[in-house]
């Protein structure tokens, strides 16, 4: 088995998740071109490239055919692995993986995020970091992923990312411009699974809360059409697919990490390995 990170992520990101399936895989973590501790070349950030990158990694290792799940930006790679390399597949699980290539649209407006929201005051160390991302994110990643993701000074305050802005910009920009964009989903042969964390016109985003009024107001007005675009993007992946996809209303984004359970237990099904009271 292997895991593919999201944007912004190195493999570390899945280290207590990893073990739920060490039972029964060999698993491996992949960190991806762009992010530390990997290489940080000025090319090769598009979806085709991303995939030979995964592959190259297999034949690295002498393995032939796995099972690969992805989260996040993975999602469009995970779909060029499934059309471009059948035969290397076993099966694909998308962690709230969506095809992304309509999701930046120039006539859909952004809502405000949460990175104003990380002030000085919470980059003071590790532990207010986390705090601050698990306040505004519903998320605390291992702290090794966070360690690896960003600089600290002497003092141990976090002063920036081991990634260049530009990295994660040439990604998305990869991911509107794949040959493959949008998915065609009967091209798929391989089994396939989606965990979705369903966006809802309710509960928004963890930040929204910490938001000024007039950043609220700009969320409201943007956010109904972004989720009208997943849900679409959802029914196309379920559209005859034979396993239904586990969706979970209101989840935030890092599914694996705060939905452990759900999700290992979802996986496990559709692996078909033991799951108590089977």
Known sequence: MVLLTGLGDNAHVYDQFAFQLTDEFHVLGMTRRGFRPSSQPDEGYDVETRARDDIAVLEAFG???????????????????????????????????????????????????????????????????????????????????????????????????????????????????????????????????GIFALFTIEARQPWYWYLTAAEQATFDEAWPSIVAWQRETIRKFADHNPMPPLILPGAPHYVYITHEADVVRAMRQFFGLPVGGE
């Open 63 to 193: 393995i032939h055919k796995a099972t690969f799940v992805g989260h996040s930006l993975t999602g469009s790679e995970l779909s060029q692995l499934g059309e471009v390399y059948p035969t290397r597949m076993e099966k694909l699980v998308y962690l709230d993986a969506l095809d992304l290539a309509e999701r930046f649209s120039p006539s859909r407006p952004e809502p405000p995020g949460a990175d104003s929201l990380f002030t000085s005051a919470t980059l003071t160390s590790l532990w207010t970091y986390q705090a601050a991302s698990a306040r505004f994110l519903a998320l605390r990643e291992p702290d090794p992923a966070v360690c690896i993701g960003v600089q600290f000074d002497a003092n141990g305050a976090l002063t920036g990312s081991t990634t260049p802005d530009w990295v994660s910009a040439k990604l998305l920009e990869g991911v509107a411009g794949s040959v493959n964009s949008p998915v065609n989903w009967a091209n798929i042969e391989q089994p396939r699974l």
